[in-house]
C-alpha cells in the first residue's frame, strides 16, 4: 500500500515550490524529495534544520509532519474480496501489527532513552491528535514506542508525579482502543481499554476511568455476542457518575457525555428509539452545562458532537429518513479544528442512511467520496465505512455506479 506524507507535500505547494525546487533548496537529489515525501525514507537530523528553514515551519511542526503518514489516494492492489464475509473484509487488523506486538511483549524490553513527563505528555497528545485528524496509519506507527515511554515513564515515577504518569498511560492506551476500535478488532480495544482502565484507577482520576469504560464498550460492540455487555457498561459508568452529583468539572463533564451519547447510540441499535432519545436529550444538558464543542480527553464532547450521534442512533435504529433529516440541517463547522475524523463520518452515516432508505446508490457513493475528501483513511480504514463498501458493491447490478470501483480500488478493497 502506497503511503504520503500529505501535510508535507501540501506546505511544499502552499510555498509554490516543486520537488525540483525545494531539492536545490536543500542542496539534495529530486528522488530524495520524493521519498521524503512518500514515506520511504526520513531526513537525515542534519536535513530536519534546513527543511524546516525552507519550508517556514519549526522543527517541533516538521516531527509533526513527517510523522502524519496516510495512505496515498491512488489505485492500489487487491487487499480483499467483495465474495467474503463483510465484517471480516472490512477490517484492517494488519494496522495494528506493531500495537500487537507490543502487547504481547511480557519480557523486559531493551533500555531506551529515558524521557521526561513533558516529552511523554507530547508523544501522547501526539497520538491523539493524529487520531482525530484519522491519520491511522501514523497514530499506529506511532503507538508502540508511546506506550513504551508511558511504561517506563509509570515504572519510575514516584510522588506526585506518579499519578501524572499513570493519567498519561491511561491515556496512552485509550488511544490504541479507539484505533483498535477503528479498524475493527474489538479483542485488542476491549485488552487496552481495560489496561486504561487499570492505569486510571492508579492515577485515582475519575474522568479517565470513564473514558475507559467507554473505549471498553466500543471494543464489545465489534465483538458478536457481547451487546447485552456493551448495555451493562454502558449503563453502570453513567450510573456511577451520576451519583456523584452535579458537576462542573469540565473533564467529568466530557466523559459523562461521551458514554451518554454511547448509550444512545446503543439503545437505538437495540430498537428503543425513544429511551434513545432520553439519552439524546441528557447529552444536551451536559453539553449545555459544557458551554461549548470541546475536546476535553480527546472527546470531542459538546453540542455539535450530540447532534452527529443523533444521525448515529437514527441509523442504527434504521431510521433512515430521521438520519437525512437531521444530517441536512448539520454545521460542523463548530468542531474543534482537530476533529477531521469526526467531520468525515458525519457522512459515512449519512451513506448508510441513504442504503437504508433504498434511494439512490450514487448518494451513498458521493458521500463516501466527501468523506475520503475529507479524510481519506476514514474511509479506506474505518471498519464501518468498508462494510459499506462491500455492501455497495454487491448491490451493483449490471450498471456501474459511478465512482464506486475506483473508490473501492483505493480503499483496497478490489483487485
Known sequence: MALKRHRLCQRRKALGYSQERLAELLGVERSTVVRWENAETDPQPWHRTRIASALGVTLEQLDDMLVDVSVAAHRGQAMGDVTRDPASAAARPELLSGLRTFLTSYLAAPARPAQSLVEVRRSVGRVHNLYQRASYTSAARLLPEVLGQTTDLSSRSVGLHRSTAFRLLAAAYIAASKLAAKVGDGDTALLTADRASTAARLADDQALAAVAAYQAACGLMRLPGRAVETEQVVRSSIERLASTGPTDDPDLLSAHGALVLLAAVVTAGQGNPKEAAQFLAQAEGLASALGADRNRLWTGFGP?????????AAV????????????ARLDVSRLPTVLVG???QVHVDLAAAVMMSA??????VLHLLEAERIAAEVVHANVQARTLLLDLLRKERRAATP??????????LLA
Open 342 to 344: 469526526r467531520r468525515a
Open 403 to 412: 465512482g464506486l470501483r475506483p473508490l473501492a480500488e483505493r480503499a483496497g
Open 316 to 327: 442504527r435504529a434504521g431510521n433512515a429518513d430521521q438520519a437525512l433529516e437531521v444530517g
Open 304 to 312: 455539535t458532537n450530540v447532534v452527529i450521534h443523533a444521525v448515529s
Open 359 to 364: 434511494g439512490d446508490r450514487s448518494i451513498s
